[in-house]
Every structure is written in C-alpha cells, then in structure tokens.
C-alpha cells in the first residue's frame, strides 16, 4: 500500500463505496468477543462457503464487524442496506437466511421479538433497544470490518485529522474546549482544559509531550472500551493523531488490558495498516508532522487504570499511584507534559472536529458555552448489565433520566422481579434505588445522588440482590486492588470488609454501621489517589438508601433478599412435583424423597450451592 | 533460556518493555522461573529487587507454574449479581483447590478475574482460550469432565 496524502483520502473513500455497491447485500456477521464465543468465526466461514458454492459470492458480501452491544443474544447477523437483524444464529440456519435473502423476505425465528407485543421485528432501527440510542463513539459498530482500513476511510476516517493538519495548535484545543467534551474515562475533567495545560507547559518548558490512551478499562461489568476497540479501532488512533497534532507530540501509548486480546489484535492491525498508508509515522498524509503509537499491556492491576500508577506501569514498573500535583499533563510519562484520555474520550474527538463544537455542545445537558464545567455535552456509551431484561451497550445523550435507560431502552427486570438498585461508577460508585429513578444522568446529578458517572458501568439490581452483600464484594474487590502505599485507604479497606463480613454472617453488631461510616470518612479525607478516597462510596450509599437491609442483618440475622449464606436456608415447597431432578444433582446428597412425592432438604448436609433452585422447574426450591 | 532470550529480544531489550517481557515468560513456562527473571536482569540491568516487586504487584504473574488449563472465573460485577460466588464454590468443591492453586495432577488452575468484558453473558467464565457464558452450577461438572477427557473444543 502507498502512503497517501490528504486528498487521497477522498478517493479511496469513493472507490471502496463503489465496490461495496457493487454488491446486492452484505451480511455483517458480529465478530465481539462476545459473539466469537458463541461461535460467530464459523458462521462466518460457513457463510462464505455457502455462498461461493452457489455462486453467489459476487453478490452477497460477509462482512466480520465489531461488537453490536447485544452479546446476551449472539451470534448476531445484520444485513445491510436494510438492517435487518437476526439474533441466535445458528450454522444450520444460514441456507434459510440466504433463500429468504434472494427473495427479500425474513426468516421470522431469528428476528428479534418486541417483549411487549409479541411481535417480530425485522429492522434493528425500529428495534427500541437500538432506536432510542444515539451513537457518536460508536458510530461505526457493527457497520466496517475493524481490520480493513478502507472501510473505515469510507465511512470518513482521518478526514478529521487532515482537517486539523490545516489549523493551528490553539485552534483545535479550542475546538475540544468549546464542545464542552469531559473526560469519560470516569474523572469527567474537561479534555480540552487537559490538552491546554499540557500545550502551554510544554512549550514554557521547551519539551516532547506524550499521549496517552486508557484502556485499561478496569470497572468491573464496563466493557465499553473493549467494544470501541473491537468495532472501530481507527477512531481511537485519529483522535490520538488529532490530539497528538494539538499539543505537538510525537509519541503515543497504547494502554489495554490483557483481557481483551481480541482488542489489541484489532489495535495492532489497525495500527500498522496506517502506518502503511502514511497515516502515523513520518510526514503524516504528506505533511511535517510526525506520530507513532506503542500499545502496552496492563498485567491485571485495578490501580493501574488511575493515571499516575498507568504512567508507572508503562515505564516498566510496578503500577503505583502517585501524589498528585503535578498533574501529568503538567509532568507525567519522564517527566514530560502528558496527555491521558480514555478510549471513549478519544473515539468522541473526531467526530467533534468534523461535525464542529457547536453540534456537539447542543447535545447533552446543561450550557457549556462558558465552561465545560456547567454541563455534560454529548453522549455516554453505558453498559448496561445484571438484571435487566436487554442487556448491552448502549450511547445515549447525556441527561435522559435512569428510568428511561432501564426501562425504555433496557425493557426493564426480566422474570417478574422488581427493580432494587442501579450502581454506577465502578467500585467507587454507589447504588441507588427506585426512588431515583427519574435522575438525569450527567456527571454532577450522579455525584450529588452519592454515585458517579465513572466509566459508564451501570449494573441493575433486582429484589434478589442483597445490598449488604454487594457493599462487601466492592470493599472486598478494593481492598484486594489497593496498591497498600498508603496506610488510610490499605487498613481502612481491611476494617470495612471485616465489619462487613461478620454483618453478613449475622455477627453484626450495634454501632457497626457508625463506625463504617466514621471509617469512610477518615479515608476519603486521608488517602492518597482516588481508589481510596472514593473506596467508601458503596458502603455509604447502601447505607444511605438501603438501612433497613443493613438493621435486618444486624438485628434480626436475616438476609432478606436470600443471599448470605450464613443467614439463609434451602428448602422445598408445595409446587414439588417428586421429579427428582434435585436429588440427583445435589452434590452432597442431600435432597431425598421418592418419586413423585415431595422432597425434602437435609439442613445438615446443604452446602448452598444453588443446583436444586437452578434445575428446578416448578419454583419449589424456597431461599430464605 | 533460549526462548527467554528470544522474548528479551522481541522486546528490544528495552526495560520500559519488562513488563510485556514477563508476560511472554509467564505464557511461555505458565509461571516465572527464577532463571528466567536472571536473564531478564542481565540484559535489561533492571534490578532483580524491582522485577520481583513486579511479579508479585501485577496478577498475571506467578511464581509456581499454573495448571495446562488456567480456569478463570469472573467476580467483576454483572458476573456476582448473577451469582458467580456460587460459580467460584463450584470451581473450589469440585476441583479441591481454592483461588492461586493448581490441582495436583497439573491440569486445572483456577483463578478469579476482575471482568472478562462480557458482561452480557454474565456469569462468564474462560478455561484456557475457550470462553462461556451464562454458566450454571450444574454446568461445571460437566465442563470439567470435558476438559479431563481431552476434548476441549
Ligand atoms: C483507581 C482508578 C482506576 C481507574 N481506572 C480507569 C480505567 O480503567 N480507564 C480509564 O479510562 N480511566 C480510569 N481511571 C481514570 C484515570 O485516572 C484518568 O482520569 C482517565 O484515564 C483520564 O481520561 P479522561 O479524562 O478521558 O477520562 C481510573 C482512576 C482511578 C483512581
Ligand atoms: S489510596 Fe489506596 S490505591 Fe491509592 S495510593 Fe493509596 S493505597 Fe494505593
Ligand atoms: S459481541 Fe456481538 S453483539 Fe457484542
Ligand atoms: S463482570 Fe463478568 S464479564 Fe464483566
């Protein structure tokens, strides 16, 4: 491939439309993680296969893709022009797909069916899940292959970055500042105040600043990240270049978990095929301006998704936060002014710089035409997860409300449950119940209610989730994660999870909850990084709007969402039918009773393992 | 110590990059030997002191070689609401060993990971490449006696 100048982007935008055109349909196969597990690699070949033994391939594409945000329902298969959407895709499906593809009709068992009519529905638009969102990072997901360059240049990649070739430095930060852009990597500092602090300083001090990408991505039930990387790696890369144009670096840093190796492969693909095409190297699109991006892999470190501690880990070190001041973009990667966004952040650039400031700014909540400050422009990509009927991935505009989310786009709590908390933000964040519903999600609402934003994890809770329990799996996950440099956020991670721990063995005691709470205090005022000053922040907020669960466990030494082991037992009802299949599976043998009969549990010999509650088809598993 | 060389090499033998180093080491010998953290001293001149600080800092590091088959279990969020505690219980009745072991027969190890970014198809487990999802108590037996016949397709 020749390394090509701006104006080249144009013809080779026209010349892949044309070839694509030339093709009746294509058949965009899901390739996510999320979808290769379910087999979509093969469906993929199966496909090819079929289609060239009957001739067809020269008018029916395949097309691998990124993730589509709808894993539970994988392989996912949607067919373009028309979008139409089949779900659950099977081999044995595809001879089936293609006849009714011949003759524009569906096949109706793999369509997508609306939870409330009964219906099918064919288009992924009219699809409520997908309708109601709002894609700009994800904009291309599950529409260009990740690793064909030429298709990301056709759906207009890097006519951003020769668009900022053209201005000048202050120009563009301008640009970031006035879209009101705030980081999405969890901190939500405005990016453009970040690029203009690490612009200034490093031409006061005459030196190389640095760019780096967070992909990291360590919020536990957030894989946002994973799936911009996935779907479209060469916005990533352009919002670096862009961003790397801005400040006048030279380098760039790749930082992504090892947990998603399908994401750095895409990356690396996608990095080396713009080297090849002169889009990051030397003289970048023919102009003076040089780039290049490393990727490293994070080794399974929480702490090292906070800047400082990433900073450390890429230099070869153990990933220990910092104090801060100075920030990094004042001193970061050797000492150098260092820019660090999330893939999220990065992914939104282009789009800001081709659409303009303006346009992005009008979407969101809030003014930000003073201040980035006084708002949250844009959308936020969340993944909404647990118990909820549609789970995904899902970018809306900032300050639609969490009942719209849940319930609109997420079609609410499956199997009759009710609705008990949503927690975002990470394992900082909190969890809020029903009564907050109608809150806007931008980053001040969030915070005010005593959660965050965070990265966009948004994990919803149905009635048979204990809250106390949750609080001790974060403060367990925390104090685990802490990187012990300091002694608040280290003991005071230790104290909680003990407390917590005897509470949900029915050791609690009066005045425990006081002194978690006194606890809380000391670290958020004492600790060094944000990983102990927001450690606290789950167990405050279940106290706050969960109290009554805590006093049920203190005082009455019940769960009452049937949870911790210690307070809850397993018992047979009424609807038992004696089909025996509890007995069977109960590896400790503790079920008896004949067939047909109703059978009965030996408290003794149950461990709680759960088996008998999940293979039994009749609701007669009672926890309590 | 041949192959160690050739990935100290990969690397440019550039001690930014020691990380990375180690873990090609760690996929290599499925643990870190000490031979090889000697040669990865010699050459880069990063202090033992330091890649030891590493190995025990970072998760993906082990001193004592894992299992042919890593099994690891998620306990990222999405994965606990939907009852990956009782997963990890399974895991641990089943093959007699808690988290950080290996079985004595050196086939499973059993981690627990933070979140393996599949969150829909919560609870997610991996065992060795293979990714599953939505996996049950009762399916663990069965997973497992997969994998001991040799099938793990
Ligand atoms: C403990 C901790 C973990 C973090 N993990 C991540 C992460 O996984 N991904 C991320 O983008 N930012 C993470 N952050 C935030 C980063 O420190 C930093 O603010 C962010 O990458 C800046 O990018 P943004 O302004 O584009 O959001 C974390 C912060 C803390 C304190
Ligand atoms: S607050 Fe916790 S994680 Fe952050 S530096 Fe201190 S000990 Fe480490
Ligand atoms: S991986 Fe296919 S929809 Fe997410
Ligand atoms: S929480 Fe388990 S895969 Fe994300």
């Known amino acids: 491939m020749n390394r090509i100048q701006s104006g080249d982007l144009n013809n080779i935008r026209e010349k892949r439309v044309h070839e694509i055109k030339k093709f009746k349909a294509a058949l965009m196969v899901c390739a996510g993680t999320g979808c290769v597990s379910a087999g979509s690699f093969k469906l993929k070949d199966l496909l090819e296969k079929e289609l060239k033994e009957r001739n067809l391939d020269n008018e029916y594409m395949v097309v691998p893709t990124g993730c589509n945000g709808f894993c539970a329902q994988g392989p996912i298969m949607v067919i373009q022009p028309d979008g139409i959407f089949y779900q659950k895709v099977k081999p044995e499906d595809i001879p089936e797909i293609i006849n009714k593809l011949i003759e524009g009709k569906y096949v109706d068992k793999l369509l997508y069916k609306d939870i409330e009519t009964g219906n099918y529905i064919p288009k992924m638009e009219n699809i409520k899940f997908f309708g109601k969102q709002q894609l700009i990072a994800l904009r291309n997901k599950g529409i260009i292959n990740p690793e064909n360059i030429e298709d990301a240049i056709a759906r207009g990649a890097y006519n951003s970055l020769a668009k900022a070739l053209e201005m000048n430095q202050q120009d563009i930060i301008d640009e970031v500042k006035r879209s009101g852009i705030r980081g999405r990597g969890g901190g939500g500092f405005p990016t453009g105040v970040k690029w203009e602090i690490a612009f200034k300083t490093s031409q006061e001090k005459d030196v190389i600043p640095y760019i780096i990408c967070n992909a990291d991505e360590g919020d536990p039930g957030a894989f946002m990240d994973r799936s911009i990387v996935e779907a479209d790696p060469h916005t990533v890369i352009e919002g670096m270049l862009i961003g790397a144009k801005a400040i006048g670096a030279s380098e760039g840093f790749v930082y992504i978990r090892k947990e998603y190796p399908l994401a750095l492969e895409r990356l690396e693909i996608a990095i080396s095929q713009a080297e090849e095409m002169g889009l990051l190297g030397k003289n970048i699109l023919g102009s003076d301006f040089d780039f290049d991006i490393k990727t490293h892999r994070g080794a399974g470190a929480f702490v090292c998704g906070e800047e400082t501690a990433l900073i450390s880990s890429i230099q070869g070190k153990a990933g220990e936060p910092r104090q801060k001041p100075p920030v990094p973009a004042i001193s970061g990667l050797r000492g150098k002014p260092t820019i660090i966004n999330n893939v999220e952040t990065w992914a939104n650039i282009p789009v800001i710089l081709d659409k303009g400031a303006g346009w992005f700014a009008d979407i969101g909540s809030g003014d930000v035409s003073d201040s980035p400050w006084n708002g949250s422009s844009g959308t936020k990509v969340f993944s909404l997860v647990g118990n909820i009927e549609h789970t995904g991935l899902v970018e809306i505009p900032m300050g639609i409300t969490l009942h719209e989310i849940i319930y609109d786009i997420g079609g609410g709590i499956p199997n009759g449950r009710k609705f008990k908390a949503v927690q975002t933000g990470g394992p900082s964040g909190g969890c809020l119940p029903a009564s907050h519903l109608d809150l806007s999600v931008d980053f001040d609402s969030l915070t005010k209610a005593g959660s965050m934003m965070g990265s966009g994890g948004m994990i919803v809770m149905d009635d048979k989730t204990c809250m106390v329990d949750v609080a001790k799996y974060f403060i367990s996950f925390l104090k685990d994660e802490s990187c012990g440099k300091c002694t608040p956020c280290r003991e005071g991670l230790i104290a909680l999870y003990q407390i917590l721990d005897r509470i949900t063995k029915g050791e609690g005691k009066n005045g425990d909850i006081e002194l978690m709470e006194e606890i809380s205090q000391t670290m958020s005022l004492a600790s060094l990084c944000a990983l102990g000053q927001t450690a606290a922040n789950p167990v405050l907020s279940t106290i706050k709007y969960f109290r009554d669960e805590y006093e049920a466990h203190i005082k009455d030494k019940k769960c009452p969402a049937g949870v911790c082991k210690e307070l809850i037992s397993y018992s047979v009802n009424d609807n038992c039918t004696g089909c025996t299949i509890c007995s069977k599976k109960c590896p400790v043998n503790a079920i008896s009773g004949k067939v047909k009969e109703k059978h009965i549990i030996d408290p003794e010999l149950c461990i709680k393992c759960n088996v008998c509650y999940e293979v039994c088809k009749f609701d007669a598993i009672e926890v309590r | ?153």
Request: proline share 5%; charged share 25%; net charge negative.
């Open chain 2, 1 to 153: 110590m041949e192959k160690v060389n050739q990935i100290i090499q990969k690397w440019n033998t550039d001690p930014d990059f020691v990380i990375e180093m180690m873990q090609d080491i760690q996929d290599e010998f499925r643990c870190i030997p000490r031979e090889a953290l000697e040669e990865v001293t010699l050459k880069t001149k990063v202090p033992l002191a330091r890649l030891y600080h590493i190995v025990t800092f970072y998760k993906s590091f082990s001193l004592t070689p894992r299992g042919k088959y890593e099994i690891q279990v998620c306990i990222g969020t999405a994965c606990h609401v939907k009852g990956a505690p009782l997963i990890l219980d399974s895991f641990t009745r089943e093959l007699a060993i808690q988290i950080g072991e290996t079985t004595s027969d050196g086939l499973f190890s059993l981690e627990g990971v933070r979140c393996l970014g599949c969150c829909s198809l919560a609870p997610v487990i991996t065992i060795g490449d293979n990714l599953y999802g939505d996996v049950k108590v009762a399916d663990v037996p069965k997973l497992l006696a997969k994998y001991k016949e040799g099938n793990n397709e």
